[in-house]
């Protein structure tokens, strides 16, 4: 049936990711000839050392260090791009787009720069780019999000889509670990990088948060709209106080809609410990979805990794296989609806938690309580405790109800000036 003997493949990138699509794509050579209707050929690999030694075999012919092996190959038609990083995985995806060959990637932070970018280019070479594995590696989340969940509405994404962070956090909380001995614990395990800046920081969530919030609102949302805090302020009393309060402490990535104005947003919160968020462990990813018709829906599993992320790699290459060999032309195009507008992170309303370290004094609360007062911030509950004798301290925490963020902040600062505050040790936003 269909019109092709054979498909060409060229991979750029053999670590991680490459290599266990390179597995799969050899040991499940005849299944997925069969799902596409005529066999994959693999005929390039590029690496940047042709001595390094692999986890997976491969013939040495295929191996290269020359881009344009690939991207000048006639007879490829798919190029994976697992090489990572911006520069040059970006300039290499615009020369494939550009001779006509269709693109997979599992690349978040070019997605997330420059998507809407290459997928009108793809559009007008009349070829497709296809990136399932950008975000949350092995789940299903951009097909979805581009097909199933079409018919609604969405009004938020919550999100646990870092899993070096999520294992961090766990290790927190059930352990009472201090974040420096859990990142080197995630570090010593594989989870974290020796720099784990982009992880801790928000950094990756923020990429992966753009990619799903322009897909969910039909909006071009880019990393630089998202606001983004990290997990390093954490301590073991902030965990402590979340338990004793009913809630458990993520890193989400959060996207709303109201009213045609999006808010995106990656930072620690306090979520109650009775939700299905709450009790996603380790190194696992889950992503809740809140659509008209649908209500609510979750979608959970290994956010990456070579196997789980192979899965959806292998999945998008099947995908265009099948259109190459059936001679069908459906390239993807971004559906952008007009006017909507992405609120700066002092427009947005939530619930807070406060840890101060105060004097141990009486009219101490009355003093803060006064400066939240007059911005409109009421208190929802108190706990005032662990009075240190030797340095004459007290530790207050504060829950609020709903308030204004720029309110907040100018509270936190008007708090952090009197004489009788030691230090604003943290302060999480709530999310019920
Ligand atoms: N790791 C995960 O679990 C995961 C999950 C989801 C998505 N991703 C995404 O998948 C992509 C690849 O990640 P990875 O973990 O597989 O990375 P990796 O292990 O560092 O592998 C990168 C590969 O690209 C090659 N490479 C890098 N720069 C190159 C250059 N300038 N020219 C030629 N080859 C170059 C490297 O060659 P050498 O081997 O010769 O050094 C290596 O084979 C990234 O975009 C990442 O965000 C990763």
Same mark, same amino acid.
């Given at each position: 049936?269909?019109?092709?003997?054979?498909?060409? =493949?060229? *991979?750029?990138?053999?670590?991680? !990711?490459?290599?266990?699509?390179? %597995?799969?794509?050899?040991?499940?050579?005849?299944?997925? @000839?069969?799902?596409?209707?005529?066999?994959?050929?693999?005929?390039?690999?590029?690496?940047?050392?042709?001595?390094?030694?692999?986890?997976?075999?491969?013939?040495?012919?295929?191996?290269?260090?020359?881009?344009?092996?690939?991207?000048?190959?006639?007879?490829?038609?798919?190029?994976? $791009?697992?090489?990572?990083?911006? #520069?040059? +995985?970006?300039? *290499?995806? %615009?020369?494939?787009?550009?001779?006509?060959?269709?693109?997979?990637?599992?690349?978040?932070?070019?997605?997330?720069?420059?998507?809407? $970018?290459?997928?009108?280019? +793809?559009?007008?070479?009349?070829?497709?780019?296809?990136?399932?594995? /950008?975000?949350?590696?092995?789940?299903?989340?951009?097909?979805?999000?581009?097909?199933?969940?079409?018919?609604?509405?969405?009004?938020?994404?919550?999100?646990?889509?870092?899993?070096?962070?999520?294992?961090?956090?766990?290790?927190? +909380?059930?352990?009472?670990?201090?974040?420096?001995?859990?990142?080197?614990?995630?570090?010593?395990?594989?989870?974290?990088?020796?720099?784990?800046?982009?992880?801790?920081?928000?950094?990756? @969530?923020?990429?992966?948060?753009? =990619?799903?919030?322009?897909? @969910?609102?039909?909006?071009?949302?880019?990393?630089?709209?998202?606001?983004?805090?990290? !997990?390093?302020?954490? /301590? #073991?009393?902030?965990?402590?106080?979340?338990?004793?309060?009913?809630?458990?402490?993520?890193?989400? @990535?959060?996207?709303?809609?109201?009213?045609?104005?999006?808010?995106?947003?990656?930072?620690?919160?306090? &979520?109650?410990?009775?939700?299905?968020?709450?009790?996603?462990?380790?190194?696992?990813?889950?992503?809740?979805?809140?659509?008209?018709?649908?209500?609510?829906?979750?979608?959970?599993?290994?956010?990456?990794?070579?196997?789980?992320?192979?899965?959806?790699? &292998? +999945?998008?290459?099947?995908?265009?296989?099948?259109?190459?060999?059936?001679?069908?032309? &459906?390239?993807?195009?971004?559906?952008?609806?007009?006017?909507?507008?992405?609120?700066?992170?002092?427009?947005?309303?939530?619930?807070?938690?406060?840890?101060?370290?105060?004097?141990?004094?009486?009219?101490?609360?009355?003093?803060?309580?006064?400066?939240?007062?007059?911005?409109?911030? /009421?208190?929802?509950?108190?706990?005032?405790?662990?009075?240190?004798?030797?340095?004459? /301290?007290?530790? =207050?925490?504060?829950?609020?109800?709903?308030?204004?963020?720029?309110?907040?902040?100018?509270?936190? %600062?008007?708090?952090?000036?009197?004489?009788?505050?030691?230090?604003?040790?943290?302060?999480?936003?709530?999310?019920?």
């Amino acid at each position: 049936m269909g019109k092709r003997e054979s498909i060409g =493949i060229g *991979l750029m990138g053999l670590g991680v !990711i490459g290599g266990g699509v390179a %597995k799969a794509l050899m040991e499940r050579e005849e299944a997925i @000839a069969s799902q596409v209707g005529c066999p994959l050929r693999l005929r390039k690999i590029l690496v940047r050392d042709l001595a390094k030694r692999r986890v997976v075999e491969v013939e040495p012919h295929l191996l290269t260090t020359d881009p344009r092996q690939i991207i000048d190959d006639p007879e490829i038609d798919i190029v994976i $791009e697992v090489i990572g990083g911006e #520069s040059p +995985a970006l300039e *290499l995806i %615009k020369e494939a787009i550009l001779k006509g060959k269709h693109v997979v990637t599992a690349n978040k932070e070019v997605i997330s720069k420059h998507g809407p $970018e290459l997928i009108s280019l +793809a559009q007008t070479k009349g070829v497709d780019i296809l990136y399932e594995a /950008s975000v949350g590696g092995g789940i299903p989340l951009i097909a979805p999000f581009k097909q199933d969940l079409l018919a609604n509405k969405i009004s938020a994404i919550y999100a646990i889509i870092n899993g070096t962070t999520n294992y961090i956090l766990t290790r927190m +909380a059930s352990e009472g670990l201090d974040f420096s001995s859990a990142l080197k614990q995630a570090q010593k395990m594989g989870y974290a990088e020796p720099d784990p800046t982009n992880d801790i920081e928000g950094i990756d @969530a923020a990429y992966k948060l753009a =990619i799903l919030a322009t897909l @969910a609102f039909h909006t071009v949302v880019r990393p630089q709209d998202v606001y983004h805090e990290g !997990i390093s302020r954490l /301590s #073991s009393r902030d965990f402590r106080y979340a338990r004793e309060l009913g809630y458990a402490i993520k890193l989400l @990535a959060i996207a709303k809609e109201k009213d045609a104005s999006i808010e995106v947003r990656v930072h620690p919160v306090f &979520i109650p410990e009775d939700l299905l968020l709450a009790k996603v462990e380790g190194v696992y990813n889950a992503v809740q979805v809140e659509g008209d018709l649908v209500g609510r829906v979750m979608f959970y599993g290994q956010g990456a990794g070579a196997f789980p992320t192979s899965s959806a790699v &292998i +999945a998008d290459v099947i995908d265009l296989g099948q259109r190459i060999n059936l001679g069908v032309s &459906i390239t993807s195009s971004l559906r952008l609806d007009p006017g909507k507008r992405i609120k700066p992170i002092s427009e947005i309303e939530t619930r807070y938690y406060l840890r101060l370290s105060t004097v141990d004094r009486p009219g101490v609360l009355a003093q803060i309580s006064k400066i939240l007062g007059d911005l409109q911030i /009421s208190i929802s509950s108190v706990i005032q405790r662990e009075t240190d004798v030797a340095t004459g /301290s007290a530790q =207050i925490v504060l829950m609020s109800y709903p308030a204004q963020e720029w309110a907040m902040q100018r509270a936190l %600062k008007e708090i952090e000036r009197l004489e009788v505050v030691k230090e604003i040790s943290n302060f999480i936003r709530v999310e019920d």
